[in-house]
Structures are given as structure tokens and as C-alpha cells.
């Protein structure tokens, strides 16, 4: 007699952080924010930095928010999100903020240090960059968006030896004759193309930029949330 032997499928699972697990106050609209700790979740790692010499809202890393105000221009609302909410409608949202190389760079790692297979990320802009865009700055001087300019997040994957293995753009806005981009609303963002990687990186520019440090002059400033990964 011969008998059937099924074999139990492996099953795919993943892990998503959606950052609420930080309890911060204010109300629905101005809400309030947290750049001074780092913050781990679901055994992931984001590391922050805080700037204190450089004034009250300038920090280097990710950063947690649930500010969404979507109409004061400047510098004090630059942990809004102009969305309105976190993704599907949530509390909590990630805020990025790249200050140069010469800072903490915005990363994404294993608290165990093991890698990851990043699946896909819910991108918003946030108000600060997207006013700015729109409307530019006269102190400092900083022009609006012209036709040709675009905003952009750089997404590198890195081995444990800090070899960059993979890059992905991702575009926050754009302004061109045939396509005009703004992610004012939660946008998922596939992240497959990124492969098996230790850590990310991210990066933000822009073409409205200070040739004297390479940075960009459009708030280098980006919403996230529910960042997914495949677990191995």
C-alpha cells in the first residue's frame, strides 16, 4: 500500500510598522512630535539626532508626528503631514529628515542587526515642503517650483559590510509639461526592487538647491508610514 506524504507549505510572512506605538499629545490638527528619541517598533531600529545649536526644529533621522496642519508656512510646522492623517487614517506617522552627510543620515535597520526584504511604504509630502514648493520663500530667498523641478527621496540598501547593494527613487513631486507629481495624499511605494538588505538609507533632494552645501532649498522633509517588510 502506498501512501501520500504532503509536504506543509512555508508561508510568507510580513512585518509592518505603522509607528503608533508612541503615545504623543496635542490635538488632531496640530498635534505634537518626537525628534529627540530614537524609536524602535516590531524589532526595527530609527535612529534620530536632535540639533539643538541649529534651533527648535531641526534634527537628522526619523523622527515620530502626528502634527496635520495643512496651512501655516515655515519652519515651526515642519512635522506636519499634508494628508491629514497617517496613513488609513491613523495617528502616527514617520517624518524624514536628511541634514547631509556630515549628520545622521535617515536609517531603517534590525534592531537584531539581520536582514530584511523590504516589501513596499505609504510617501506623503509634508506642508512645510509642499508650501515652500508652491509658493517659495523670500527670507531666506528660495524660489517656487518651476517647470523641469522635482523632489525626490534616494532609497539605498546596504550589505553588513556598509556596501551599497540597491537604490531606488522615489518621487515626492515634480514638475513637468507632461506629468505634474505632488504626493499629498499617502501613496503606496513598491520596495521590491531593493532586495535582501542589512539597512536603508534615505536621502532627500531636490533641483531648487544651495550649490554652496548640496543640500536642497525645498525642505528636505518626507512623510512614511506603515513601512512593510518580507520577514526571512
Not at 524589532?43 to 496635520?68: A, C, M, Q, T
Not at 535617515?106 to 509634508?126: E, Q
Request: charged share 20%; glycine share 8%.
Amino acid at each position: 500500500m502506498l501512501t501520500a506524504c504532503h509536504s506543509t507549505p512555508e508561508r510568507t510572512t510580513f512585518t509592518t510598522v505603522g509607528f503608533e506605538q508612541r503615545t504623543l499629545g496635542g490635538n488632531y490638527t496640530y498635534g505634537a512630535y518626537n525628534i529627540t528619541d530614537d524609536y524602535t517598533e516590531s524589532g526595527f531600529y530609527f535612529p534620530v539626532e536632535r540639533h539643538s545649536d541649529l534651533g527648535p526644529y531641526n534634527f537628522s533621522g526619523i523622527g515620530i508626528s502626528n502634527k496635520f496642519d495643512v496651512n501655516t508656512f515655515g519652519e515651526s510646522n515642519a512635522m506636519s503631514c499634508y494628508a491629514g492623517s497617517g496613513c488609513y487614517d491613523s495617528r502616527n506617522f514617520a517624518i524624514v529628515h536628511y541634514f547631509g552627510e556630515d549628520r545622521l543620515v535617515p536609517t531603517i535597520k534590525r534592531s537584531s542587526g539581520l536582514n530584511f526584504i523590504p516589501t513596499y511604504a505609504y510617501f506623503c509630502i509634508t506642508t512645510y515642503s509642499y508650501l515652500m514648493l508652491k509658493q517659495g520663500c523670500t527670507t531666506p530667498p528660495i524660489r517656487a517650483f518651476e517647470l523641469g523641478d522635482s523632489l525626490y527621496v534616494t532609497i539605498t540598501g546596504y550589505n553588513n559590510s556598509n556596501e551599497e547593494i540597491s537604490s531606488l527613487n522615489v518621487t515626492a513631486a515634480r514638475y513637468i509639461q507632461s506629468d505634474t507629481t505632488i504626493l499629498k495624499k499617502w501613496t503606496k511605494v513598491d520596495l521590491t526592487p531593493l532586495g535582501e538588505v542589512n539597512y536603508l538609507q534615505l536621502r532627500i533632494f531636490s533641483t531648487v538647491t544651495d550649490f554652496r552645501v548640496g543640500l536642497s532649498d525645498i525642505p528636505p522633509y518626507i512623510c512614511i508610514d506603515d513601512f512593510t517588510v518580507k520577514d526571512l
